[in-house]
T-cell receptor, first 115, second 111 residues
Framework: EAQVTQNPRYLITVTGKKLTVTCSQN?????MSWYRQDPGLGLRQIYY???????DKGDVPEGYKVSRKEKRNFPLILESPSPNQTSLYFC??????????????FGSGTRLTVV | GEDVEQSLFLSVREGDSSVINCTYT??????LYWYKQEPGAGLQLLTY?????DMKQDQRLTVLLNKKDKHLSLRIADTQTGDSAIYFC???????????FGAGTRLFVKA
């Protein structure tokens, strides 16, 4: 089944403890992206990647890192999480880097709480 | 910068039509999308419209695009309780590097 898989689904952590949220897609998509969803703010883009070893900042990149060593994986790293990073995170991928009728395929989300 | 705006809530009765509206600012948008998010799930692409189209119909869904006013709407005919969800409008420009989402419209369907 074509899908984007994120892990974990739920995570509670303490301030300052490094964490990684994994994202993997099995559709050979070139483009991958991370979003955070907050009430009343919709989805805001954190980072995106157009292909292996090519990443760029989205609208809210502060406090996050990403890497794209393989086409299928795009982990999100929080080196020193803070409470304002408590949010619902989504990984998404799409075929190609241009706008197309395909849109995004989204993962199921990771609910992160930083205390 | 680019922005996409939607009203936050809409309540309709089962069997009525729902109309969800969206405005956007990026005139270079090539594709405009509607996504649906059910509770506890990720977003799913519902439908899309290319910027040189005025209307697209797909079963119970009708998308209308007024490019001059940068206004997009999604009409759901014969709304069912299973249509209760959050609906996101999104636009992706020519470069395709970023997709801008609205804040989402929560649709409540009363039985």
């Amino acid at each position: 089944e074509a899908q984007v898989t994120q892990n974990p689904r739920y995570l509670i952590t303490v301030t300052g403890k490094k964490l990684t949220v994994t994202c993997s897609q099995n559709m050979n998509h070139e483009y991958m992206s991370w979003y955070r969803q907050d009430p009343g703010l919709g989805l805001r883009q954190i980072y995106y990647s157009m292909n292996v070893e090519v990443t760029d900042k989205g609208d809210v990149p502060e406090g996050y890192k990403v890497s794209r060593k393989e086409k299928r994986n795009f982990p999100l790293i929080l080196e020193s999480p803070s409470p304002n990073q408590t949010s619902l995170y989504f990984c998404a991928s799409s075929l190609g880097t241009g706008a197309s009728s395909h849109g995004y395929t989204f993962g199921s989300g990771t609910r992160l709480t930083v205390v | 910068g680019e922005d996409v705006e939607q009203s936050l809530f809409l309540s309709v009765r089962e069997g009525d039509s729902s109309v969800i509206n969206c405005t956007y600012t990026d005139s270079s948008s090539t594709y405009l999308y509607w996504y649906k998010q059910e509770p506890g799930a990720g977003l799913q692409l519902l439908t899309y419209i290319f910027s040189n189209m005025d209307m697209k119909q797909d079963q119970r869904l009708t998308v209308l695009l007024n490019k001059k006013d940068k206004h997009l709407s999604l009409r759901i005919a014969d709304t069912q309780t299973g249509d209760s969800a959050i609906y996101f409008c999104a636009e992706r420009g020519t470069g395709g590097f970023k997709t801008i989402f609205g804040a989402g419209t929560r649709l409540f369907v009363k039985a």
